[in-house]
């Protein structure tokens, strides 16, 4: 029952979210476009040693899986009904709050805390028997089953950020980092879905943007990469209909950053 509820309320807040950042960007836009050719902002506090912000996040994601030396071996009966295991991209959103410690002027330290809501499909596609008309006998058909993993993540990114010579209001940067996950549902809870995977994980994330400079703020959206880091596969509590087909499971996901500080 927690699951579907989570299912449900993120179907009924994600048009709003959605239309919510869309709103956001045309206002920045617009805001932007009047204070081009004005005088040099000082918002931002990159004078500042310590500095802070906060962040509003759109994801997709999805597993890098990984087939087992059983599942390649053609002559394995237990596992010659599945066609292929086939991870789908999906859609999700995180927040946090944004900590940032000035090194030097094109070089910072980036203290993200956030929480992630997460969704991971998997599409099963097998081979099974169905009875024919008639005389005809089993008949084979191809189906595909649909296996969703929903998951709430507390995030602690540390990203260095480094950035070229401003330029007017603009500010192009690059980061990279990692960090460490921790998934909020027990692992009792988890045990109970199909595909089960580990409730921790680290990543290593590399991204880009650019920090544009308002009258009272700065905001610097960000396209950033995720690769995790740790096999969280656990194959002796995954459905036995094909888990022996797995050998790996890790996750990989692109997220676009609003940041405002």
């Known amino acids: 029952m927690q699951t579907a509820h989570f299912r449900n309320q993120l179907n009924l807040y994600r048009r709003k979210i959605a239309i919510s950042i869309f709103g956001v960007l045309i206002l920045i836009s617009e805001a932007s476009g009047q204070s081009r050719f004005n005088e040099i902002s000082k918002s931002g506090q990159d004078q500042n040693f310590i ?5 509003l ?120 980092g990692g960090s460490a996950m921790f998934r909020t549902k027990d692992q009792d809870e988890a045990n109970i879905e199909d595909i089960v995977t580990a409730g921790r994980d680290f990543t290593v994330d590399v991204g880009m ?15 950033r990469f995720s690769h995790g880091l740790l096999n969280m596969y656990r194959p002796e509590e995954s459905n036995p209909a094909f888990r022996d087909a797995i050998s790996e499971i890790r996750r990989k996901s692109i997220t676009l950053y609003l940041n405002f500080q």
Not at 51 to 55: A, R
Not at 81 to 107: A, E
Not at 209 to 223: A, M, Q, R
């Open 57 to 176: 996040a759109g994801h997709s994601n999805s597993w890098r899986l990984k087939y087992s030396e059983a599942f390649l071996d053609p002559t394995n009966n237990d596992l010659s009904n599945i066609q292929s295991i086939v991870p789908v991209f999906s859609g999700g959103f995180s927040l946090g709050f944004l900590v940032t410690f000035r090194l030097h002027d094109q070089l910072n330290v980036l203290f993200t805390p956030k929480v992630g809501f997460y969704e991971f499909r998997t599409d099963v596609n097998y081979f099974t028997a169905v009875p024919g008309n008639g005389n005809a006998g089993n008949e084979i058909v191809y189906k595909r089953d649909t296996y969703i993993n929903e998951a709430t993540m507390v995030e602690f990114p540390l990203i260095f950020k480094y950035k070229a010579q401003r330029f007017n209001n603009t500010r192009m940067f690059f980061t990279g």
């Open 209 to 223: 943007g650019f920090d544009l400079y308002f009258k009272y703020f700065k905001f610097s959206p960000e396209v």
């Open 51 to 55: 500095s802070y912000g906060f962040f």
